[in-house]
Each structure stands twice: as C-alpha cells, then as structure tokens.
C-alpha cells in the first residue's frame, strides 16, 4: 500500500507521507506542507484534522466502537471501578491490587481543600451556575499550589493531577451546598470515591446518610462511560492551554468552560430541560421533532447527533439499558423515561435523522439516571466533567511528556480588508 500522497499544485507534484494507526487509520502527515509549498490547509471545526497521535482511546464512529487503551468500553462499564479506569486513561495500564489500593489511598488523601479557598464559594450569587464555580475554584487551586506549576516537572505533574482528582468532588459538592444554604459537608476517608461524594452531597449534621450501594455502582458506571473520547472539544481545550505549558489546573479550568456549551456537555442539561417541557406542557413528541428539523429555528433535539458517531453511541446504549435498572431498582417510576423513549423512536424513524445518522449520544439518557439518583439538574454537566476529568488529564499527560511537543498554534486565511492608509480610512468615515 501506498505510504506517500502526491499533491500536485502549480504542475508540480509534492509527496506527503501518510501515516498509519494501530487500527489501520490513515492520515496524510501535512507537517511540512507550509515550508515546502507555501500552502496551508483550512478545515473549519477540524473535521478533517488530526491534533496529535494519541495511544488513549480509540474509537470507530461508523461501528460505534469505544476502548480505553484497548479495553472495550462495555467491559470497563461491567467490571471496573472510575478510579481504576482514571488509573489506565492515566498511566496506560490496568493497575495491581497494591497498586490500585496505593492509588485510591492518594486520591483519599488530598479531598480537603484549603480553608481560605471556601470563602471563595460566598463570592458567587446563590443561583451561579455551578460550571462556572467549577472552572473558577479549578484555576484558583493554582494559587495555593504553586509549588507544583511546572508541567515539564514529573514530580509537579504527579501531585497536581492527583489533587485534582482528589479535590474536584469535594468542590463540586461544596458548591452545591452553599447552592441550597445547607452547611457544607466535609469528606470522609474511609470512603470511596463515589460514595465520598454522595456523602458529601446529600448528608446534613443533623441526620446521617445512608449510602445505597445501587447508587454508587451507577455513579461509578456513568463517570466510567464519561472518562475520555479522544479529541473532542473540552478534551482539545485542555490540550490547546497546556501547549503552551500554563499550569494544569489552568487547562482543566478551560476545559470546564469548554465542555459547559450546550453541543458538547451542556446538552446533558438540555435534555432533561427538554423532556420536563414536553412532560409538564403536554406538547407532542412530534412537534419537537418537527422543530428540531426546521431550519428556520434553531432548535436542535438536544442528546441527537454526534461529530463522530454515524451509528449508535456505545455509551447512549450501555446508559439506556442502565436507566431502567437503576430506576427499577430504586423503585422510581419516572414519566420523563417514556418520553425520551418515544422521542427517540419517534427521531429514528424519521426521513431527516435517518439521513443525516443522528443517533441518540451519551447525554440523551444519562440526565434520567442522574435525577434518579438526586443530582440536581444544573450540577449534570458538573458530573460530566468529574467523569471526564482523568480523560484531560492523561491527554494532557500524554501531550506533556511527548519530546516532540509544540505550542498549538493554528494558521488562517487572512479575509479582510488589504493595506489601508490611516488618513484615507478616517476620511472615508
Ligand atoms: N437536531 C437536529 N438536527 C441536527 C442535530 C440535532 N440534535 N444534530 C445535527 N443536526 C443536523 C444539522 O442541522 C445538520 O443538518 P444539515 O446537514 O441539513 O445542515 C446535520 O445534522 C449535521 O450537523 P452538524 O452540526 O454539521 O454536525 P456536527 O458534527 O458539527 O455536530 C453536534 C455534532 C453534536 C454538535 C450536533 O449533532 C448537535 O448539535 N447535537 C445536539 C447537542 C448534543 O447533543 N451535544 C452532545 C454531543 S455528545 C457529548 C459531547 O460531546 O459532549
């Protein structure tokens, strides 16, 4: 098979070698092209574009297949922990018992954050989204930790991604605490990571919680299925900042920010948005179809559609599936279920979503179980983003500690107006 692309521009002929994946993808490498030709490429919202090589996840959009440094998806939601998967996105490998049980023990050890940094949270009105909050606590850990700004520092490195992890839940549920004017509620060691969260969001001093162990498996299940999906988005985000060696509580700020837009993450919360409006207005199913079509509006149905999905989204069905245990299990017969079931029953089989191969993605159903299990609607993204948080953070490991890093530093067309005299431009006014 060829290993080389021809170009050919202005009669002459420029070889481009083309570079092969371990799943036998392919990619013309452009990286001279500028210096040998004098062009450049434009690929507006990069459908076309590789960012990086990556040995993290991979994934088939056209088989709807996902894999964590191999390890199908379905396999990881059956069998692991988020603690154990943020461990292989991370260090590229399952981890041993000793290892597992040391890992858990670091990321126990850094939940508390520092007690000027809780002022913090007084700062923010009382209905702040808390994406927002996130982002903003994210980038100010970076000044209480600067003995750990250096990226191209392995020891700085180590510590700044284990206080992250260890430190997001404690914020996001402090956050939502100070959302409702309920004292915050600190964490607890002896406890894993799912089920310290889950303390910490719904426990008051006056009466303890009680932990469900159904709760937990699918809070595990959800932050597992969010882990990593290559160079999306947040994902590039995170990349992006870190090229240009910002810290990496820095990176994963922007990555917050970057994920709360409603055609990435954000959409979490505009389906359940969308699904208590058909609920509680009794409008029809169709109708939001319809309108989801028209392109005089700009309505989209939101949890359709992927950049990279042209078939089912693995994690939609692994979540679907979940959505009725989880509630059958918990006793919760919600209303909101059925709507979504029929909405995308109604969404399959028509003509436009066909066409274009609009599938229902990873947040279409994950807002239900979410709710089943009390997480407040505006904290869904927040959830999101915990799930996804090893994700940035073994890309942006990856990225780091690869010799040939780079700044990002896209180029551009230049559009506008051509040399103008200041003179001529002011009396042209
Ligand atoms: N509802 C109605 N029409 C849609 C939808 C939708 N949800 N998604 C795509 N389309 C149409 C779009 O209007 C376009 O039509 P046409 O060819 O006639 O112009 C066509 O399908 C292709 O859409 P696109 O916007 O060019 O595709 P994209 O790859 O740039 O966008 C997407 C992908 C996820 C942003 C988009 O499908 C979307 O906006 N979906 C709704 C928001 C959503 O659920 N986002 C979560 C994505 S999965 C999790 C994550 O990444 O965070």
């Excluded at 170009?7 to 001279?32: H, M, N, Q, V």
């Excluded at 450049?40 to 709807?64: M, P, Q, R, V």
């Excluded at 207005?281 to 949890?303: C, H, I, T």
Aim: proline content about 5%.
């Amino acid at each position: 098979m060829a290993n080389v692309a021809i170009l050919k521009i202005d009669g002459k002929d420029y070889e481009l070698p083309i570079i092969e994946g371990s799943e036998k993808e392919r990619a013309i490498d452009i990286t001279k092209l500028r210096a040998q030709t004098g062009y450049i490429t434009i690929d507006s919202g990069y459908l076309n574009t590789g960012a990086c090589t990556s040995a993290i996840t991979f994934l088939d959009g056209e088989k709807g297949i996902l894999r964590y440094r191999g390890i199908p998806i379905e396999q990881l939601a059956a069998k692991s922990t988020f603690t154990e998967v943020a461990y292989l996105l991370i260090y590229g490998k399952l981890p041993s018992d000793v290892e597992l049980k040391k890992w858990n023990e670091s990321l126990t050890k850094h939940t508390l954050i520092h007690e000027d940094l809780k002022r913090l949270f007084h700062g923010f009105p009382k209905d702040g989204h808390p994406m927002a909050i996130m982002s903003c606590m994210m980038v100010s850990l970076s000044t209480y930790y600067q003995d750990s700004y250096d990226p191209l520092n392995p020891e700085h490195r180590e510590i700044s991604m284990i206080r992250l992890l260890a430190k997001f839940p404690t914020i996001a549920a402090f956050a939502y605490k100070k959302s409702i004017g309920q004292p915050i509620i600190h964490p607890i060691n002896k406890l894993d990571y799912c089920s310290n969260f889950l303390n910490m969001m719904f426990s008051v001093p006056a009466e303890e919680y009680e932990i469900d162990p159904v709760i937990v498996e699918a809070l595990n299940l959800l932050l597992i299925l969010h882990a990593d999906h290559e160079q999306n988005c947040s994902t590039s985000t995170v990349r992006l900042v870190g090229s240009s060696l910002a810290n990496l509580y820095s990176a994963i700020a922007a990555g917050i920010c970057a994920l709360w837009g409603p055609r990435h993450g954000g959409a979490n919360q505009e389906v359940l948005e969308m699904l208590t409006y058909i609920h509680e207005s009794g409008q029809k199913v169709s109708k939001m179809v319809e309108q989801a079509k028209d392109k005089n509006s700009s309505f989209r149905l939101s949890g359709f559609g992927h950049r990279v999905y042209k078939n089912f989204d693995p994690r939609a069905k692994i979540i679907k599936g979940a959505a009725d245990k989880v509630l059958s299990k918990l006793g919760i017969k919600d209303p909101l279920l059925d709507i979504a079931k029929e909405l995308e029953e109604v969404a399959l089989n028509d003509p436009y979503f066909k066409e274009r191969n609009l599938y229902p993605n990873v947040d279409f159903y994950s807002g239900i179980i979410y709710r089943a299990l009390g997480i407040p609607t505006n904290m869904f993204t927040v959830m999101f983003a915990m799930g996804r948080l090893p994700g940035w953070i073994g890309q942006w490991k990856e990225m780091i500690e690869d010799p040939g890093l780079k700044i990002g530093r896209p180029r551009q067309i230049y559009t506008g107006a051509t040399d103008t005299d200041y003179d001529t431009a002011k009396k042209g006014k």
